[in-house]
């Protein structure tokens, strides 16, 4: 956690999300919100654009998360993108996820898969991964088609990579 | 030169006129016919103390008048003449011994010397003509010997840089040789590569998008149990 203000501002959501009780929901509502702005440069650009009026950028976050979202987490990212921190929420989400498992004694374990693992194979993927390495992780899936198949894990710097994707990257490399 | 010319010239004229001088008296000396007759015929008339006709046909008056009809002697002159001529001659000789004589002797030595200079300078200037083609032709041995070391040497220069452009032309088409080689080669290589790269990725292409066709909910189900499996059994 190399920033102070990314690590200030998930120490504040960390904070609210604790004192509002709905942290697990809050964490995957950011997780989601964050893979979403990752994912798409237009939405990015235009919330972490400051020629953009406050008011326009926070009626974005409105419109995208009215309905989607617990009134605490839209308040959450509103604080954010209105602070003009919207290009780190990605960052900011990350931390306070780090620092809400921290508070469970737990790690983040970032799932990428082409589908949604179900609850059972979470669980026994956190069990495998703690059977492996030790650490008691909480599974946090993003869904990423360009893995194809399989599933890449990162705790950290750690990466596991089972996907369909790298064995095809291993095949043309063995091709050259 | 002029004093000799003007002596050349004198002496003629004086024998000229010595000669024109001297002519008249000697003429003046000799007696015609008719003058003969007279004087015969008026001694015969004075012999005759007067008398005209008896001198007339007197025979020996006669016979002495015919004789004055006879030439004088083709070879013998007359003493006058004799005495005339040899006094011109006398003085012309003594004229031309003193005057003549000494100006053309002068004028034939100077000639003689003149064209005896006029010999040795001609020998002189044949000796120098010669030894100037002596030197000419010495000039032209070497000119033509040194013409013919340097045609020597421009043959021999000539060779050696052709024999050196043949060594070049070789060393470069056996270069141009080794580098179409390598760059066939290379090419070959390239192209080789490029051709298994569009291989590769028409290959995997292909690979993927089968992949993709065949991964529906229960393979990618089994594929993340397999995940987890290998997961859970790479312990440590």
């Known amino acids: ?176 | 030169m002029s004093k000799l010319r003007n002596r050349l010239l004198v002496a003629p004229l004086l024998a000229v006129l010595g000669l024109v001088a001297l002519a008249g008296p000697a003429s003046a000396s000799g007696e015609s016919v008719g003058g003969c007759m007279a004087e015969l015929f008026t001694e015969a008339i004075e012999e005759a103390h007067g008398d005209v006709a008896h001198a007339a046909h007197d025979v020996a008056v006669q016979s002495a008048l015919e004789k004055c009809f006879e030439a004088p002697s083709p070879i013998i002159p007359e003493v006058n003449e004799i005495i005339w001529g040899g006094s011109a001659f006398l003085i012309l000789f003594v004229i031309m011994a003193k005057k003549g004589f000494p100006a053309v002797k002068g004028a034939m030595d100077a000639r003689a010397d003149k064209i005896r200079d006029d010999l040795d300078a001609a020998d002189q200037a044949k000796t120098d003509a010669q030894s100037v083609k002596t030197d000419y032709e010495a000039q032209l041995a070497d000119a033509k010997a040194e013409s013919s070391r340097i045609i020597n040497e421009a043959r021999v220069t000539a060779d050696q840089l052709k024999a050196d452009l043949a060594v070049q032309a070789e060393a470069s088409i056996a270069e141009m040789r080794e580098r179409a080689a390598a760059d066939v080669e290379s090419s070959r290589q390239q192209a080789i590569a490029d051709l298994r790269t569009e291989v590769a990725s028409i290959a995997l292409g292909a690979a993927e998008r089968v992949v993709q066709s065949s991964l529906n909910a229960e393979v990618h189900g089994n594929l993340i149990d397999a995940y987890i499996d290998e997961v859970a059994e790479n312990n440590g």
């Open chain 1, 1 to 176: 956690m190399a920033n102070p203000q990314v690590a200030g501002y998930a120490e504040a959501l960390f904070a609210v999300a604790a004192a509002e009780g709905n942290l697990a929901v809050v964490e995957d509502e950011l997780f989601g919100f964050a893979q979403a702005i990752r994912s798409n440069d237009e939405l990015r650009s235009t919330l972490a654009d400051g020629n953009v009026p406050a008011g326009r950028r926070l009626q974005v976050v409105e419109d995208l998360l009215s309905g989607q979202a617990t009134a605490t987490t839209s308040a959450l990212v509103s604080l954010v993108v209105g602070a003009g921190r919207a290009a780190d929420l990605p960052a900011i989400v990350d931390a306070f996820i780090e620092r809400s498992a921290a508070s469970r004694n737990k790690a983040v374990a970032t799932v990428r898969s082409a589908v949604d693992l179900s609850v059972d194979q979470r669980q026994r993927l956190a069990e495998a991964i703690k059977t492996s390495s030790g650490k008691d992780v909480e599974i946090k899936v993003v869904i990423d088609p360009t893995v194809l198949g399989g599933v890449i894990t990162e705790i950290g710097d750690d990466i596991i990579d089972g996907s369909v994707r790298r064995r095809l990257n291993q095949l043309r490399e063995s091709f050259r």
